[in-house]
């Protein structure tokens, strides 16, 4: 989360006062496109990477001190970069850590990437995360914006969380603080971040779970952009109880607005999936932006609904 602390309290620190706070691995106008799976966007004015909750925790609270607007980053996946870039600090949550810890519950740290943590539990014959083969990304960004697919979110399987407030602070939470609901927990208004969580899982087959897992995965070679950068969807879909798991699927107004195809630059409308917007060579951010605000313009003019963004943006658009 991009925290934007009050501006009267920023003081422009030199980079040996920065270096100073932060520590000798703080890195200045890092570029950010490579860190992105849309492989766009400026530069970061400061960047860290948080391998411990300790460093995480003093990453912040240095943050907070100095008034530098901060946010947090884990995949990358879900996030548009501006062209400008950020001016603040960018803190990759590279927080490692994989454990069963009792009977049934796995803990696991927040920078570990999804798809990794899917195959920890299918090894240990755990079930509950098949839903989530395929997603991109790491478990904190997860947590933080309640992934899901197949009708399943990962807040459903959460049972504590482990968090760091903007003062530096450690606590445990369970799931209910979390206040998961379709794409979205309390952290993306706390700015708190996810150093840690426990997840319920069932013990089952490694066959079954297996056999699920590479369903789903051969499902989404079928509809997703592989080779071709992207944020997966790039609208949220529409809250409605009379369509299958309670949402009308944003791409399919976006389809009927002709989306499929549609390009701006080198950002294009992914042909496969008409809410999927994928850098098809040399795009800037701009392009995205411009694209996705052509198709959403359509949409609102054609149907009367105003799309929400499921992707966050970071830095001035
Ligand atoms: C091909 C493709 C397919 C996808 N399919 C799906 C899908 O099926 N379902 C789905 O839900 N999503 C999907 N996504 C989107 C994306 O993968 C998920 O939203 C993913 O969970 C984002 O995780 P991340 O670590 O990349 O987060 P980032 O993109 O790095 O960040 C996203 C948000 O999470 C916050 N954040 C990151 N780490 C933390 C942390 N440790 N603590 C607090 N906040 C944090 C960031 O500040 C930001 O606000 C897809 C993306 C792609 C490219």
Same mark, same amino acid.
């Given at each position: 989360?991009?925290?934007?602390?009050?501006?009267?309290? #920023?003081?422009?620190?030199? #980079?040996?006062?920065?270096?100073?706070?932060?520590?000798?691995?703080?890195?200045?106008?890092?570029?950010?496109?490579?860190?992105?799976?849309?492989?766009?966007?400026?530069?970061?004015?400061?960047?860290?990477?948080?391998?411990?909750?300790?460093?995480?925790?003093?990453?912040?609270?240095?943050?907070?001190?100095?008034?530098?607007?901060?946010?947090?980053?884990?995949?990358?996946?879900?996030?548009?970069?501006?062209?400008?870039?950020?001016?603040?600090?960018?803190?990759?949550?590279?927080?490692?850590?994989?454990?069963?810890?009792?009977?049934? =519950?796995?803990?696991?740290?927040?920078?570990?990437?999804?798809?990794?943590?899917?195959?920890?539990? =299918?090894?240990?014959?755990?079930?509950?995360?098949?839903?989530?083969?395929?997603?991109?990304?790491?478990?904190?960004?997860?947590?933080?914006?309640?992934?899901?697919?197949?009708?399943?979110?990962?807040?459903?399987?959460?049972?504590?969380?482990?968090?760091?407030?903007?003062?530096?602070?450690?606590?445990?939470?369970?799931?209910?603080?979390?206040?998961?609901?379709?794409?979205?927990?309390?952290?993306?208004?706390?700015?708190?971040?996810?150093?840690?969580?426990?997840?319920?899982?069932?013990?089952?087959?490694?066959?079954?779970?297996?056999?699920?897992?590479?369903?789903?995965?051969?499902?989404?070679?079928?509809?997703?952009?592989?080779?071709?950068?992207?944020?997966?969807?790039?609208?949220?879909?529409?809250?409605?109880?009379?369509?299958?798991?309670?949402?009308?699927?944003?791409?399919?107004?976006?389809?009927?607005?002709?989306?499929?195809?549609?390009?701006?630059?080198?950002?294009?409308?992914?042909?496969?999936?008409?809410?999927?917007?994928?850098?098809?060579?040399?795009?800037?951010?701009?392009?995205?932006?411009?694209?996705?605000?052509?198709?959403?313009?359509?949409?609102?003019?054609?149907?009367?609904?105003?799309?929400?963004?499921?992707?966050?943006?970071?830095? #001035?658009?």
């Amino acid at each position: 989360m991009e925290m934007l602390v009050n501006p009267a309290l #920023r003081s422009p620190l030199t #980079r040996q006062q920065m270096v100073a706070a932060f520590g000798s691995t703080l890195q200045f106008d890092r570029e950010l496109a490579s860190l992105t799976t849309f492989g766009t966007g400026g530069p970061a004015r400061y960047f860290l990477q948080a391998l411990s909750e300790t460093e995480l925790a003093d990453a912040v609270v240095n943050a907070t001190r100095h008034g530098i607007p901060f946010f947090l980053l884990g995949g990358g996946s879900n996030v548009l970069v501006s062209d400008s870039g950020f001016d603040g600090l960018i803190i990759k949550v590279a927080i490692g850590g994989m454990n069963r810890i009792d009977g049934d =519950t796995i803990e696991c740290g927040a920078g570990e990437r999804l798809t990794d943590l899917v195959g920890f539990a =299918t090894d240990q014959s755990l079930s509950g995360l098949e839903f989530a083969a395929g997603i991109p990304g790491s478990v904190g960004g997860a947590v933080c914006g309640n992934a899901g697919a197949y009708g399943s979110e990962i807040g459903s399987i959460i049972s504590r969380v482990v968090l760091c407030d903007s003062k530096g602070e450690i606590k445990t939470v369970d799931s209910s603080y979390c206040q998961f609901s379709y794409r979205h927990s309390c952290m993306k208004e706390t700015g708190e971040t996810v150093l840690r969580v426990q997840l319920e899982l069932k013990s089952g087959s490694r066959e079954a779970i297996d056999g699920k897992v590479q369903e789903i995965l051969a499902e989404r070679r079928g509809k997703h952009p592989i080779n071709q950068p992207s944020a997966g969807s790039f609208f949220k879909n529409i809250p409605d109880q009379s369509e299958e798991h309670g949402k009308l699927p944003a791409g399919r107004l976006l389809e009927k607005i002709g989306a499929k195809g549609m390009t701006v630059g080198g950002a294009k409308v992914f042909e496969k999936h008409a809410n999927i917007i994928i850098n098809a060579g040399g795009a800037t951010s701009k392009n995205i932006s411009d694209l996705a605000d052509i198709i959403k313009e359509k949409v609102s003019k054609q149907f009367g609904i105003k799309l929400e963004e499921e992707i966050i943006r970071i830095g #001035r658009f």
